[in-house]
């Protein structure tokens, strides 16, 4: 357990914006920061950080919260995962007991696959440094592609010693289970119950997440023997998916926004070369295929790709196919080919940063172009493959969402393959439009089910009841210091103050129980401290250790807008919610109340219908109506109060 005072100088030291400038690129916007929301995909920013209140909120998905709910919900760590990894960040020593074997088995099984990943790094370190064999054959072989030992170092490279179980044998003699070997992929059980490293005899390349962890490998053989794959990666697991990784990310994340562009290379020498040449806004798709995860991951960052290539016309080709996603995601494609018989690694040995500058700006070209002039010179005056190029091309630019970039790029393909634009123009909307059916018939709900029975096609409604309630706490929290309105007292003495706080508790007190948990219990925190001069703060709640309780606290607070949430009935706003907030109160419990009334009479009206077929006494019956009769009178006096003014907008 971390004891409070640790808890609290964490909470004290974890800036919202440094936090959440470590995943995702943020743009200053007035007293606020805007940036695309990483836990959906958008186009258009909405995803908004308030260094004021220490609180992230998107418009788009609804999440928010504070810090250590932002890397919890990022990362998918615990609570006591994401307060280490903050204390690391801002060098607040944690004072832990030393982790058993035992209780290493009962830790959560990613966290501890993290713990196994980690050591094995440590370890495979070591071997390269330390020992014979590792210093004779891996450490040769970094020494040999020039890389340095601050490179080395910088991106924590390895070496597995020769021998079947070497590793999985000493990882299990430190106390590290079998059960998280074998799930990370470090250890491959054998049919006689032995053990085989993954990884034997190869140089190690870790695969860090974008907090700097060890989640996976990738490990290159130095044998020359063709039946062993070159380079092997970790298996699919708990912490590692290949197609959500980039090698290097955690390393260049600073560049690229610094940048703003990222230069994206094939393999991992190409990641150590740039980095060691002074190029550090690069990442690799680690020779698989680009999926839409590792783009989105770049387009936290910086909005701007330059792929890099070598002269291997296939692979180009190949590659092609992966950029189409690259544009579809919105981001701004560029190409750089470098000279024949050069990679990213070799030609970035040869020149430093400003050289290899130099030599992408004279060079870059923007992937539409590249495209077209590339497969032009296949053409050769063949009509049939011509027109195959140009329906290659005109499904490339479909994919573009920017109708205006896309506009630029009809015109430029237009004059490159001597085509009138009607007709790019003409192919372009037939595509869309099929994407447009695709999804529409993708989203439309089937009117018949496998029994033949028609299906209720109405789409659910929220909790009516939640909506009032979560004005009434939004209020409550956004103005709970706020004075309302003064009342005289006896004996001269002076006026006492009633603030929305004690409004809002002396008018739900005993009549309203809020459903939802985390309101009732911050209502509930401000009725506890009414006889007291306690304050309490909005980071109380945001900071609050129960996370219900906190996301909650992060969303209504991220809501605080100057125009209230009500409506006339006439479509207009009020003019603003605090000059007007006794008002602004009063409509919302008033209508929470009449809403509760309401669902009240529908009670009432079904036991009466109910009791037309029974045998009910008649004092019983007289009951019935007379509790009709009294809130059908409460509810008309909720109307008289409500009158013309608000109602709130669903």
């Given amino acids: 357990m971390i004891d409070k ?44 950080v308030s260094p004021g209140k220490g609180i992230y909120k998107c418009f788009g998905c609804g999440k928010g919260g504070n810090s250590v709910n932002f890397v919890m919900e990022h990362e998918q760590l615990s609570y006591v995962e994401t307060l280490k990894w903050l204390a690391k960040k801002y060098n607040i020593e944690v004072v832990e007991k030393e982790i ?16 196994v990943s980690g050591f094995a790094q440590k370890v495979f370190s070591h071997n390269l440094f330390e020992t014979e064999e590792g210093k004779a054959v891996g450490l040769s072989y970094f020494n040999e592609r020039g890389f340095t030992e601050k490179t080395i170092n910088k991106f924590e490279l390895g070496y597995c010693r020769k021998g079947y179980d070497v590793f999985s044998k000493q990882a299990i003699s430190k106390g590290y289970k079998e059960k998280y070997l074998v799930e990370s992929g470090l250890t491959i059980k054998r049919d006689n119950d032995g053990y085989y490293d993954r990884f034997n005899e190869r140089v190690m390349f870790p695969i860090h997440n974008l907090m700097g962890k060890v989640i996976g490998f990738g490990g290159r053989t130095l044998r020359s023997d063709k039946k062993t794959a070159k380079y092997l990666n970790s298996p699919e697991s708990k912490i590692y998916h290949k197609s959500k990784v980039l090698y290097g990310i955690y390393f260049a994340k600073k560049s690229i926004i610094q940048n703003d562009k990222c230069y994206l290379v094939e393999g991992y020498t190409d990641v150590l070369s740039m980095h060691q040449a002074g190029i550090e806004n690069v990442v690799s798709s680690s020779g698989t295929a680009l999926s839409p995860d590792q783009i989105r991951l770049i387009k936290r960052f910086a909005p701007n790709v330059t792929v890099l290539y070598d002269g291997d016309a296939a692979g180009i080709k190949a590659a092609l196919r992966g950029i189409d996603l690259v544009l579809e995601e919105g981001l701004n494609v560029k190409v750089v080919l470098l000279p024949d018989g050069e990679d990213p690694d070799s030609f970035a040995r040869k020149h430093n ?37 140009i329906s290659d091309i005109v499904r490339t630019i479909s ?3 920017d109708t205006i970039t896309r506009a630029l790029y009809i015109k430029e393909c237009s004059n490159l393959m001597q085509v009138d634009e009607k007709i790019l123009y003409s192919e372009i ?14 989203e439309q709900p089937s009117p018949i089910n496998p029994a033949g029975q028609a299906l209720n096609l109405q789409l659910p409604t929220s909790d009516k009841y939640e909506l009032f309630e979560k004005e009434i706490i939004r209020l409550l929290l956004n103005y709970s210091e706020k004075v309302l309105f003064n009342i005289a007292t ?10 929305t706080r004690v409004y809002i508790c002396r008018e739900l007190k005993d009549e309203i129980e809020i459903k939802n948990p985390a309101y009732n219990f911050i209502l509930k925190e401000f009725e506890s401290n009414l006889l007291t001069s306690k304050i309490l703060h909005s980071n109380y709640f945001i900071n609050h250790e ?105």
């Fill in 5 to 48: 005072g640790t808890i609290d100088r964490i909470f004290d030291a974890a800036n919202i914006v440094e936090v959440v400038s470590d995943f995702i690129s943020l743009k200053k916007r007035g007293v606020n920061y805007l940036g695309n929301c990483p836990f959906h995909n958008e186009k258009t920013p909405s995803f908004t």
């Fill in 100 to 115: 058993t074997p035992e209780q290493k088995e009962q830790a959560d099984a990613r966290e501890s696959m993290l713990i």
């Fill in 353 to 389: 940063a400003t050289e290899f500058y130099d030599f992408i700006k004279e060079q870059e070209t923007d992937f539409i172009t590249f495209k077209t002039k590339l497969l032009l010179d296949e053409v050769k005056g063949d009509p049939v493959k011509k027109a195959h190029l």
């Fill in 399 to 401: 994919v573009i969402p």
């Fill in 429 to 442: 909307n037939k595509i869309l439009y099929k994407e447009r059916e695709k999804r529409w018939n993708r």
């Fill in 490 to 499: 006896d004996d001269n003495q002076p006026e006492e103050k009633i603030n």
């Fill in 546 to 650: 129960n996370q219900l309780v906190a996301n909650a606290a992060a969303d209504l607070l991220a809501q605080n807008h100057q125009i209230s949430k009500m409506w006339s009935k006439k479509g207009t706003y009020i003019t603003t919610e605090e000059d007007d907030l006794k008002k602004v109160i009063d409509n919302a419990i008033s209508g929470y109340k009449y809403e509760l009334v309401l669902n009240i009479l529908q009670e009432i009206e079904k036991e009466l219908k109910d009791s037309s077929g029974k045998d009910l006494k008649e004092e019983d019956l007289k009951l019935l109506y007379d509790k009709y009769m009294m809130y059908t009178q409460f509810k008309i006096e909720i109307s008289k109060s409500l009158g013309d003014r608000i109602i709130l907008k669903r």
